[in-house]
Structures are given as C-alpha cells and as structure tokens.
C-alpha cells in the first residue's frame, strides 16, 4: 500500500491532470511543500502523458500557471511576514535551515535565483519566501517568475513526453528513470552541504 503512495505513476494516474497542477502549486506556494517530488512527478506526468493517461496540453498550460501562482504566494507570504521568518520555531513543517539555505542561495546569484531554484528540491519551495523577505520589487520579481516557471515546467514535462514517445513499451522503464531523475535533482543540495561542511570544517 506504501510503495503504491509512494509512486508518481500511481498519484497521477489516481490525481489526474488538475492533481498533478495542485502538487505543483503547493510544493512551490506552501512552505511545507518542499515534501512534494516536483521534478519526478512533473517527469512522469509527461512520460504518461504519451499513454493516454493524462492530458498533455493542460498539464503544460496547467503545471506552468500553478508554478507562477506559487512563487507569487510564496513572495507575498515572506513580504507579510518579513525578517520574523527568520526567528520562527522549527516544526514538522518548518525548518529555519531550508530558510537559510535559501537565503544563502540568493545572496550569491541574486535574481537569478528565482529562476536557478526552480531546479533545485527545497530550494525552489523557499527561494521566493527570501525574495519576499528582502523586499525584491514585484516587477521584478514576477518576471523571473515567469520564466523559471515556464523553463522547469516545460522542459520536466516535455523530457518525460519525448523520452515517452522515443522507447518502445516504455511502461518498464518508468521507476528507473523517475529515480534517476530524483538522483540528479538532489545532486546540486548535496554539492552545497557538503561545501558548507567543508567551509565549516
């Protein structure tokens, strides 16, 4: 029953198209959301898209707008609630470190950031709070929502649709490329802890 939980083929074939746009807009728009597999989920919607089980089209004009819709949430949740974050208790769903990490994040490649985040798991679900908190114009910010938002949305789901339509029988390969997928998206969080381990140390 777990692993059935626990395998993006199995969500989206039960979700569905406005599912797969929900998860999208809570991993970037709630800042508990960075539980949610983005990268490998969006991957697997456009793999299965080729199947018939879902519909292509709407995932890509779905799954952008939600990605955009999240970051605004985001920004205007760390706007409210401003450097306080910062001081907040830690919890299930809270962590101050995913909060520093993304701070840290910004200050080294500045606005850039919204965009590069958006391929990073942790990151990209705090990256626009700390945009929030330092008071980044929205003009300027919604630009570089919009096109990280497009760019991570439309190359997952496109990847997935064409490595889809490329193999035969592609049903079996499906788990080994998700986990792959899941490997390569966490390599960049683990190559800035282990600098950070190696700077402290």
Request: hydrophobic share 55%.
């Amino acid at each position: 029953m777990l692993s059935t939980l626990l395998n993006p083929q199995s969500i989206i074939i039960a979700a569905g198209t406005l599912g797969v746009i929900g998860i999208v807009f809570m991993e970037t728009g709630l800042f508990f959301g960075f539980f949610f597999p983005g990268d490998s989920l969006l991957f697997t919607a456009g793999f299965l898209a080729t199947q018939g089980y879902i519909s292509f089209p709407w995932l890509l004009v779905g799954a952008f707008a939600a990605a955009v819709a999240g970051d605004s949430v985001g920004y205007a949740f760390g706007k409210k609630v401003g450097p306080a974050i910062f001081t907040k208790n830690d919890s299930l769903f809270f962590n101050r470190k995913h909060i520093a990490r993304a701070q840290h994040f910004y200050e080294k490649h500045g606005r850039k950031t919204i965009i590069l985040a958006r391929f990073i798991p942790v990151v990209r679900t705090f990256a626009p709070i700390v945009a929030g908190v330092g008071n980044m114009p929205y003009k300027t910010f919604i630009v570089f929502n919009l096109i990280g938002g497009f760019l991570w949305t439309w190359a997952m789901l496109w990847f997935g649709y064409g490595l889809g339509a490329l193999i035969p029988d592609p049903d079996r390969f499906v788990l080994p490329v998700v986990a792959a997928i899941i490997v390569i998206s966490v390599l960049p969080a683990l190559r800035e802890i282990r600098k950070n381990y190696k700077i402290r140390a």
